[in-house]
């Protein structure tokens, strides 16, 4: 399995924000899932769908994007896609890390006008991920193509940064993972959130190498349906013929 898929599978969430909300001349965009391209991915795994937020960005024109962002990361041409799709409304766009803003979504980030970070909110970047099956050829390709990949989100945040492609590259390399204020050192973030309370995010970081150990696996909130509850009252069932059983 993937280590996409891992991270989707660890992280998914049974509700989540509107992607998208307005009021007058002001959008609010929350990316407070992981990345997905699709809607059936999305079904399965859990995520915010490209395929669905694209089209509700594409109407947005002109004012200002707010462009509130806590997530694990995800797919990056899906990523790729939010961001083309926010460039064409012409707004002025500002993205507000709330929580973590990890892989895919520094991709998102790095595009707005503005990065502003909560205080206690982290930034990673790091080199791609993907699949594939095939022979030392197909492997090769995969692999000229993930360097594509890398090279084109370095520049990215070169861009964003100031630093040089190389810089970003090796701070991709590394896994890196900034708190609020290292970003704005290196210049990933613009500034950090005034008067705004400690950033707190819960995922699953474990599919990532250099995750702070502190914050590498979360105890996941347990959705509450019908099925948990079930599964929860027949836990209790067993617990309480087991405490006969030992005491008789």
């Not at 613009?190 to 599919?207: C, F, G, M, T, V």
Request: glycine content about 6%; hydrophobic content about 45%; overall charge negative.
């Amino acid at each position: 399995m993937s280590k996409l898929i891992t991270l989707l599978a660890k992280n998914r969430q049974p509700t989540r924000p509107r992607a998208l909300e307005t009021s007058g001349d002001e959008t609010t965009i929350y990316l407070y899932d992981a990345i997905v391209a699709d809607d059936e991915t999305a079904m399965w795994w859990g995520g915010v769908s490209a395929q669905s937020l694209v089209p509700e960005i594409r109407g947005v024109k002109g004012g200002t994007v707010n462009l509130r962002i806590n997530s694990p990361g995800g797919d990056v041409f899906a990523a790729q896609a939010i961001v083309a799709a926010i460039r064409d409304t012409g707004a002025k766009v500002v993205a507000h890390i709330d929580g973590f803003a990890a892989s895919a979504a520094t991709v998102i980030a790095s595009a707005a006008d503005e990065v502003v970070m909560s205080d206690g909110a982290m930034y990673m970047i790091h080199c791609g991920w993907t699949m594939a099956i095939g022979n030392s050829k197909d492997m090769a390709e995969t692999s000229d193509l993930l360097d594509k990949v890398d090279g084109v989100i370095a520049s990215q945040y070169s861009k964003r940064s100031g630093k040089g492609v190389d810089e970003m590259k090796a701070y991709m390399d590394a896994e890196t993972w900034f708190t609020a204020q290292e970003a704005v050192d290196v210049g990933l973030a613009d500034r950090i959130a005034e008067n705004a309370p400690k950033a707190k995010a819960s995922w699953d970081l474990s599919a990532y190498a250099n995750a702070p150990k502190a914050l590498a696996a979360p105890p996941a909130p347990e959705p509450v349906d019908a099925i948990t509850a079930e599964h929860r009252e027949r836990q209790q069932q067993r617990m309480r013929m087991l405490n006969r059983i030992n005491h008789q």
